[in-house]
């Protein structure tokens, strides 16, 4: 019997089906589905997008099981073709006979899709009515496999379906035609058969297709949990260890195969999930970031690379805190660090700018050095050496001042060590000239004098005045730059007081003569001034004493002549006896230069 059904029950059976796999298949959404009867047989066909990837057995086994379940459909047999939107061909087909019991593997494959469905109930099928299937189909029809039919498919993308009142309308689907297809699809089903036959069950429980989803269930809670785990965390180690879960997490869902009932919504979880570990991962990373800032720029700073590298990492670490939004999860650990990081990057700002100050010192002392090299190679007096040690000081003095928390420290005292001993040299060696100097002109000094002892013929004393120059001059060390000079004194002072000792031995030590002389010609009263040299010993009467004799001589007072002139003659006695010791003639003159008395030595 012929079975006629009306293009709105056709219509219905289609949008059922639809829906049926757009809430048990990943992306039925974009599935279309087509029903037509031919020859008493219900044709389905489904067609999709190219770029679409699914399981094909999956939703041959879910239309039949879809149909099986509808207890008023008497229908014996069900053709199912799948192709891709726009081709004319399909590339896979599967039937399905109501009087054949499912197979073991379909029962599997059904039994994982109900319960990934969490016990959705599928929409009642109420096509074709019963009162149009209870006719047998008759022996004479054409069989399923020798029938070329079409759907008019061109208006898929329309709202209203076309009208189909004739199941055998030409579209050119040819079921007699190879269906095997030549695209990465067949592939897969071909692959799924395979699974499904040759592991059974473990593998579709452990791969996500029936049963219970592990890795599913484990990301859903773990996104419920993970907002108060970020909040909660407040060291870099507690991050890091929400970090390697989640991590952990989503290396579970890419395991999970596409052919998956849960693949798409792994696929949805993963992105989140990855949105929210690159977060994770930038505060990671800005707190390894300031970890290892801080130790670079930890005090004493090892170098001045060190602090540069420091600083980079600080502002490393601020710019990938301060992109994290307030609303974030993250935001506490944000708000505890970020500003102990800007004072800390305003610290290494403020120890770099020391830095540049020390190594700018550094070169300048180095220079300075330099300068001191030059003074040093051209030094000519004991004040070039006074001028070295000042400048060697001012280098010891600017490393000195170098902090010992600075990068530079290490090579100041690197120059102290070099620069020190130099400074100690500098100071010994002026010191050293500076005693030669005042050693030389001591030498000078008492010659000098010497000659006026000698001037004087204050022998004594002249010897003793050449002796102390000679000596200072013979002090004065080889090393000196007053040794030259000091040794060509050593032989005319080395004369001189030859000439004074020989003086000395012929006339004695005049220096009682002197005193006696000085305490002779003044009393209360100045009578005479004296001289002693080569010639003898020369008395000059002063002009007071002098009038006084000449006024005595005229005067008629006769006892004041008397005394004056006989404290003339005691003051002339005195002087003779003077004379007659010295061994040294003895001339006396008036104020005015007149010869008054002359005595030589016997």
Same mark, same amino acid.
């Given at each position: 019997?012929?079975?006629?059904?009306?293009?709105?029950?056709?219509?219905?059976?289609?949008?059922?089906?639809?829906?049926?796999?757009?809430?048990?298949?990943?992306?039925?959404?974009?599935?279309?589905?087509? #029903?037509?009867?031919?020859?008493?047989?219900?044709?389905?066909?489904?067609?999709?997008?190219?770029?679409?990837? !699914?399981?094909? $057995?999956?939703?041959?086994?879910?239309?039949?099981?879809?149909?099986?379940?509808?207890?008023?459909?008497?229908?014996?047999?069900?053709?199912?073709?799948?192709?891709?939107? %726009?081709?004319?061909?399909?590339?896979?087909?599967?039937? /399905?006979?109501?009087?054949?019991?499912?197979?073991?593997?379909?029962?599997?494959?059904? /039994?994982?899709?109900?319960?990934?469905?969490?016990?959705?109930?599928?929409?009642?099928?109420?096509?074709?009515?019963?009162?149009?299937?209870?006719?047998? @189909?008759?022996?004479?029809?054409?069989?399923?496999?020798?029938?070329?039919?079409?759907?008019?498919?061109?208006?898929? *993308?329309?709202?209203?379906?076309?009208?189909?009142?004739?199941?055998?309308?030409?579209?050119?689907?040819? $079921?007699?035609?190879?269906?095997?297809?030549?695209?990465?699809?067949?592939?897969?089903?071909?692959?799924? $058969?395979?699974?499904?036959? %040759?592991? %059974?069950?473990?593998?579709?429980?452990?791969?996500?297709?029936?049963?219970?989803?592990?890795?599913?269930?484990?990301?859903?809670?773990?996104?419920?949990?993970?907002?108060?785990?970020?909040?909660?965390?407040?060291?870099?180690?507690?991050?890091?260890?929400?970090?390697?879960?989640?991590?952990?997490?989503?290396?579970?869902?890419?395991?999970?195969?596409?052919?998956?009932?849960?693949?798409?919504?792994?696929?949805?979880?993963?992105?989140?999930?990855?949105?929210?570990?690159?977060?994770?991962?930038?505060?990671?990373?800005?707190?390894?970031?300031?970890?290892?800032?801080?130790?670079?720029?930890?005090?004493?700073?090892?170098?001045?690379?060190?602090?540069?590298?420091?600083?980079?990492?600080?502002?490393?670490?601020?710019?990938?805190?301060?992109?994290?939004?307030?609303?974030? *999860? +993250?935001?506490?650990?944000?708000?505890?660090?970020?500003?102990?990081?800007?004072? @800390?990057?305003?610290?290494? =700002?403020?120890?770099?700018?020391?830095? *540049?100050? !020390?190594?700018?010192?550094?070169?300048?002392?180095?220079?300075?050095?330099?300068?001191?090299?030059?003074?040093?190679?051209?030094?000519?007096?004991?004040?070039?050496?006074?001028?070295?040690?000042?400048?060697?000081?001012?280098?010891?003095?600017? +490393?000195? @001042?170098?902090?010992?928390?600075?990068?530079?420290?290490?090579?100041?005292?690197?120059?102290?060590?070099?620069?020190?001993?130099?400074?100690?040299?500098?100071?010994?060696?002026?010191?050293?000239?500076?005693?030669?100097?005042?050693?030389?002109?001591?030498?000078?000094?008492?010659?000098?004098?010497?000659?006026?002892?000698? =001037?004087?013929?204050?022998?004594?004393?002249?010897?003793?005045?050449?002796?102390?120059?000679?000596?200072? &001059?013979?002090?004065?060390?080889?090393?000196?730059?007053?040794?030259?000079?000091?040794?060509?004194?050593?032989?005319?002072?080395?004369?001189?007081?030859?000439?004074?000792?020989?003086?000395?031995? /012929?006339? %004695?030590?005049?220096?009682?003569?002197?005193?006696?002389?000085?305490?002779? #010609?003044?009393?209360?009263?100045?009578? #005479?001034?004296?001289?002693?040299?080569?010639?003898?010993?020369?008395?000059?009467?002063?002009?007071?004493?002098?009038?006084?004799?000449?006024?005595?001589?005229?005067?008629?007072?006769?006892?004041?002549?008397?005394? &004056?002139?006989?404290?003339?003659?005691?003051?002339?006695?005195?002087?003779?006896?003077?004379?007659?010791?010295?061994?040294?003639? /003895?001339?006396?003159?008036?104020?005015?230069?007149? &010869?008054?008395?002359?005595? &030589?030595?016997?």
């Amino acid at each position: 019997m012929k079975v006629s059904v009306s293009q709105e029950d056709i219509q219905l059976l289609a949008d059922k089906l639809k829906e049926q796999l757009r809430t048990e298949v990943p992306s039925g959404n974009l599935f279309q589905v087509k #029903c037509a009867i031919k020859n008493n047989e219900l044709m389905v066909l489904i067609q999709h997008p190219e770029s679409l990837i !699914f399981d094909n $057995v999956r939703v041959f086994v879910l239309l039949k099981d879809i149909l099986r379940r509808q207890s008023n459909y008497q229908t014996p047999k069900v053709q199912f073709f799948i192709r891709v939107s %726009g081709e004319k061909l399909p590339y896979a087909k599967d039937s /399905l006979d109501l009087r054949v019991e499912e197979s073991e593997e379909e029962k599997e494959i059904r /039994l994982g899709i109900q319960t990934y469905s969490n016990n959705t109930k599928s929409p009642e099928l109420i096509f074709p009515p019963v009162d149009l299937l209870n006719s047998p @189909s008759p022996t004479t029809d054409t069989p399923i496999e020798n029938t070329q039919f079409s759907f008019n498919l061109s208006s898929l *993308e329309s709202e209203n379906e076309p009208e189909i009142s004739d199941p055998a309308v030409d579209l050119d689907i040819d $079921v007699n035609k190879p269906t095997l297809p030549a695209t990465p699809i067949l592939a897969g089903a071909v692959l799924m $058969v395979a699974v499904f036959f %040759g592991f %059974g069950g473990y593998f579709l429980t452990n791969s996500c297709v029936i049963g219970v989803c592990q890795e599913v269930e484990t990301a859903e809670q773990f996104k419920r949990q993970s907002p108060q785990l970020i909040r909660q965390s407040k060291s870099p180690q507690q991050l890091l260890a929400v970090q390697q879960q989640l991590e952990g997490v989503i290396s579970g869902l890419e395991k999970i195969p596409q052919w998956s009932p849960r693949h798409q919504e792994a696929r949805e979880l993963n992105s989140s999930f990855s949105d929210q570990l690159a977060k994770i991962q930038q505060v990671t990373k800005a707190l390894e970031s300031a970890s290892l800032a801080a130790e670079k720029t930890k005090i004493p700073a090892s170098s001045l690379e060190e602090l540069k590298a420091g600083q980079s990492l600080w502002r490393v670490a601020i710019a990938q805190l301060e992109s994290i939004k307030p609303n974030s *999860e +993250l935001y506490g650990l944000v708000k505890e660090n970020l500003p102990s990081y800007r004072l @800390s990057l305003t610290a290494v =700002n403020q120890q770099l700018e020391k830095e *540049e100050k !020390f190594l700018k010192k550094l070169v300048a002392v180095k220079a300075v050095a330099d300068a001191a090299y030059k003074r040093e190679a051209n030094v000519k007096s004991s004040s070039d050496w006074q001028r070295v040690e000042s400048t060697w000081l001012v280098v010891i003095n600017a +490393l000195k @001042s170098i902090s010992p928390d600075s990068a530079a420290h290490q090579e100041a005292q690197t120059l102290l060590e070099k620069y020190q001993p130099k400074l100690i040299a500098a100071r010994d060696r002026a010191n050293k000239e500076l005693l030669a100097s005042q050693v030389y002109q001591q030498a000078i000094t008492a010659a000098n004098q010497a000659k006026i002892h000698s =001037n004087q013929n204050q022998w004594q004393l002249a010897v003793a005045s050449w002796q102390e120059a000679l000596e200072a &001059m013979k002090q004065i060390s080889p090393e000196s730059l007053y040794h030259p000079q000091a040794q060509s004194f050593i032989q005319p002072y080395s004369v001189a007081l030859t000439q004074a000792q020989e003086k000395l031995q /012929l006339y %004695g030590d005049l220096t009682q003569t002197r005193a006696d002389l000085t305490s002779t #010609c003044a009393n209360t009263v100045k009578f #005479c001034t004296f001289t002693i040299d080569n010639k003898g010993i020369i008395v000059r009467l002063t002009p007071e004493y002098n009038q006084a004799l000449q006024s005595s001589s005229s005067n008629p007072d006769e006892g004041t002549a008397t005394n &004056m002139q006989n404290h003339y003659q005691s003051l002339q006695n005195a002087l003779k006896v003077i004379s007659e010791n010295a061994n040294l003639p /003895l001339f006396i003159y008036s104020s005015q230069g007149q &010869m008054m008395y002359t005595r &030589m030595p016997q």
